[in-house]
C-alpha cells in the first residue's frame, strides 16, 4: 500500500509546484524504523521498495530529481539491522553518494533523533512525509508528530502491530504520555474492556493525537493481509490532496496485493475486499451502507455533508459514493430522502423514524 501511495505522492510534490506553492520544493521522505532491508522470506525492505519505486518511477524524467531537492532519511536503531540496510542498498543502487537524491541511513532511535536529522537536513518549510512503521512499538513523542504536522504540505504515516494493543500492565506509562500528550488522552483505551474493541480504542486515540498535533485530516484503518497478522495504520495530512491520494491508494490494492481493509467503524463485517463484486452487481457495498446509516444516526443530512463525511471520517469512501448510497437507501426503505423529485447533492436525508 506505501508503493501505491508514494507513486502518487512523489509527482504530487515533485512534478508540479501547485501543491505546495514552491516553485521546486525540496521534499524528505523520513522512514523512522527502516528495518534491515529485506525480509526474511526475501522480500525487499521499505529503505529498498521505497527507493526503487522513486528512481525507476513512470514520471522521473518530470521530476527533477537532485541530492540537493529529494532526501529520502533511513533511521534504524539496531546495529545489525542498520549495516544489513547500508550493504542492501548499496549492493542494489551502488554507491549512494552517485544517486540523484540524497540518502542517508543513520543508525538512531527514530523518536529522539528525527527532528534533528530533519533540522540537519534543511527540511523545514519543505513537504515532509514521515513513516514511523515501528509495528509493535511506537514511542514517538507528540512533539516530534506536531512538529511534522505544522510544517507545510507534510503528512505522517504510523502503524501498529498487533502486540500493541496489549494488556493495560505491560504498557509503559512513561513512553504513552509522551506518543499521546498525557495521561488523560490513551488511559480510556488501555482501560477497554473488551479485547475486539481494544484496537479501535487505540486507533481512535492515535487518530485524536494527530488531529491535536495539527492534521486536518486522519484515516485510519486495519490492514487485513491474506496471511499473516493485521496491522494497524494511521494517516495524518492537512491537504485535500493528500487525503484522496491515501484513498486513492487503497482503492488501487486488490486481492493481487494480497490485502484487504477494515474501517474501524464498521464492526462484526468481514474486511472488505473485492468491492468488484458488489460493484458489477450493481448494488454498494454493505459497509458503504453501514457507514451511511451511521452518518444519518448522527442528523440528518445532505447528501453533499455525507459525502464529505465519508471522505474525511471513513478508510476509503469518497463523497462521489454518497449519492449512490442514498440512493439505494431511499429504495430499499433505510433512508428517507426529505424533498420530492430528483435526487441531487443538496437533498435533504434522514433515516426512517423508528415504528
Ligand atoms: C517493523 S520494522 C520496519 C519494517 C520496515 N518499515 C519495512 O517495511 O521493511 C521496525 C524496525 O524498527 C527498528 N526499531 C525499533 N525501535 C526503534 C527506534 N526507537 N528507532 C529506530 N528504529 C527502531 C527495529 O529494529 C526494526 O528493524
Redesign the pocket.
Same mark, same amino acid.
Do not use: L, M
Given at each position: 500500500m506505501y508503493q501505491r501511495y508514494l507513486d502518487a505522492w512523489w509527482p504530487i510534490l515533485l512534478q508540479t509546484s501547485q501543491r505546495t506553492g514552491y516553485a521546486r520544493p525540496r521534499v524528505t521522505l523520513l522512514?523512522?524504523?527502516?528495518?534491515?532491508?529485506r525480509?526474511e522470506g526475501g522480500e525487499p !525492505?521499505?529503505?529498498v521498495f521505497i527507493l526503487d519505486r522513486l528512481l525507476h518511477h513512470t514520471a522521473v524524467d518530470r521530476m527533477h530529481l537532485s541530492p540537493r531537492r529529494v532526501h529520502l532519511v533511513f533511521?534504524?536503531?539496531?546495529r545489525a539491522?542498520h549495516e544489513h540496510l547500508l550493504s542492501e542498498l548499496t549492493d542494489r543502487f551502488g554507491k549512494l553518494s552517485d544517486l540523484p537524491v540524497r540518502v542517508e541511513v543513520r543508525r538512531?532511535?527514530?523518536?529522539r533523533d528525527s527532528l534533528p536529522v530533519l533540522t540537519e537536513l534543511g527540511a523545514w518549510g519543505h513537504p515532509i512525509l514521515g513513516?514511523f512503521?515501528?509495528?509493535?512499538?511506537v514511542?514517538v513523542p507528540l512533539e516530534v508528530t506536531r512538529r511534522i504536522a505544522r510544517n507545510r504540505s507534510s503528512e505522517v504515516i504510523t502503524?501498529f !502491530?498487533p502486540n500493541w494493543f496489549s494488556r493495560r500492565e505491560e504498557l509503559n506509562a512513561d513512553i504513552l504520555d509522551a506518543v499521546f500528550g498525557g495521561r488523560g488522552y490513551w488511559t480510556p483505551a488501555a482501560d477497554e474492556a473488551r479485547p475486539d474493541e481494544r484496537w479501535r480504542a487505540w486507533l481512535g486515540t492515535y487518530r485524536s493525537a494527530l488531529r491535536r498535533a495539527g492534521f486536518g485530516y486522519q484515516l485510519q484503518f486495519r490492514l487485513v493481509p491474506r496471511t499473516g497478522q493485521h496491522l494497524y495504520l494511521v494517516f495524518g495530512t492537512g491537504s485535500d490532496a493528500g487525503l484522496r491520494a491515501m484513498k486513492e491508494a487503497m482503492w488501487k490494492v486488490d486481492d493481487r496485493d494480497g490485502e484487504s481493509f477494515q474501517d474501524p467503524r464498521t464492526r462484526g463485517a468481514e474486511a472488505v475486499g473485492q468491492l468488484d463484486i458488489f460493484q458489477a452487481a450493481g448494488a454498494c457495498d454493505p459497509e458503504l451502507l453501514e457507514l451511511v446509516t451511521q452518518r444519518l444516526a448522527l442528523g440528518n443530512a445532505t447528501v453533499e455533508t455525507i459525502g464529505q463525511w465519508l471522505l474525511t471520517e471513513t478508510s476509503r469512501w469518497m463523497p462521489t459514493h454518497a449519492l449512490k448510497a442514498v440512493r439505494q437507501m431511499r429504495q430499499d426503505g433505510s433512508a428517507v430522502v426529505q424533498s420530492t423529485g430528483r435526487l441531487t447533492s443538496k437533498s435533504l436525508v434522514s433515516l426512517p423514524a423508528a415504528a
Open positions: 522512514d523512522a524504523f527502516a528495518g534491515p532491508g525480509y !525492505g521499505s529503505p533511521i534504524e536503531k539496531d539491522r538512531g532511535e527514530a523518536g513513516i512503521d515501528s509495528w509493535g512499538s514511542n502503524t !502491530g
